[in-house]
């Protein structure tokens, strides 16, 4: 009992003896503050913009300096959906997204971000009209018909208006995307309607060029096999010209020689045409297939046949078998 009470009247002494110094260190310490990465502290004196404090631990003077608000150097993001109208009168609907940044670190551009606006929500509302306000004007000089497909044209015309009035702010555009353009409902089912006949007709003009092409490339193609098959006919009828021809001049020397050696001999050259005349008959009967032929078989028929066929071995005045 007695030591504590001994224990606190020295603590009491020890307060009541340093009392300056705790003091201090209170104030030293409540002069202590810390900023986040991705962000930047706005120091003011007296409501005046003092200077700009870097993320870290940071030091400001206690009871005069403040910590007016904390600066995102952070990329931000907001849709927006809005109306425009066309120079034909038709309603176009936009859903955009809007990428946008402080622009550099730099003191006077974190002062102009301070105080330019008095909240966030002035500066989003001051940014979102002007972005709209471009884009209605630029599709106030362009036709239905036009918009869905100058999306980037879009894009490109509001970065060149807006660019100027974001860096008076201390802003910069990252990027503006537009992801949807919608019109009203009668305008949609009657796009969708031009979309359908276009799409019937261009399937009926491949359809046509199709069929087109199939029977050109039939008709080709029969004209090749024509012209193919009569190359092959005559060159079959030149072949077998040339192979009758063959077999008649050797029948012609094999006649020749028969009969040169025949006349040698002192024998009747019509031996030969009675040799024929029988080879005949036997080929008839051994290669006939059903086909009737009718020979004349009696001694008159035979000697007419004879006849004849001397007639044909006559050669004429200067032919040489």
Do not use: C
């Amino acid at each position: 009992m007695y030591l504590l009470q001994s224990d606190s009247n020295s603590l009491l002494n020890f307060l009541l003896n340093y009392w300056w110094l705790i003091l201090l260190l209170l104030i030293v310490f409540s002069g202590l503050f810390t900023v986040n990465q991705g962000y930047v502290g706005v120091i003011t004196m007296f409501g005046k913009y003092r200077r700009a404090a870097r993320p870290g631990l940071n030091f400001k003077i206690p009871f005069f300096e403040q910590v007016m608000k904390k600066i995102s150097v952070q990329n931000r993001s907001v849709e927006m959906e809005f109306q425009a109208v066309t120079i034909d009168q038709a309603n176009v609907y936009f859903k955009s997204m809007l990428l946008y940044s402080v622009q550099n670190t730099d003191e006077e551009t974190i002062k102009r971000v301070a105080f330019v606006f008095i909240s966030d929500r002035d500066l989003m509302q001051a940014l979102t009209r002007t972005i709209e306000g471009s884009i209605r004007a630029f599709v106030a000089t362009k036709r239905q018909s036009e918009i869905l497909g100058q999306r980037k044209e879009i894009v490109d015309y509001v970065k060149d208006q807006i660019d100027h009035t974001l860096e008076q702010w201390g802003y910069h555009l990252q990027d503006l995307q537009i992801n949807d353009i919608t019109f009203d409902k009668a305008i949609m089912d009657s796009m969708s309607k031009v979309v359908a006949s276009n799409n019937l007709k261009a399937a009926a003009e491949n359809e046509g060029q199709a069929l087109l092409i199939t029977k050109t490339k039939g008709a080709e193609a029969e004209g090749n096999a024509i012209k193919i098959a009569a190359e092959a006919e005559r060159e079959a009828a030149r072949l077998r010209g040339q192979g009758v021809a063959l077999f008649r001049q050797e029948v012609a020397r094999g006649m020749t020689e028969a009969a040169e050696q025949m006349k040698q001999a002192n024998l009747d050259t019509n031996v030969i045409l009675f040799s024929m005349w029988t080879e005949a008959i036997k080929n008839f009967a051994e290669y006939g297939k059903g086909n009737v032929i009718f020979l004349d078989g009696s001694s008159e028929g035979m000697e007419k046949t004879m006849k004849q066929i001397q007639a044909l071995m006559i050669k004429p005045a200067g032919t040489q078998l």
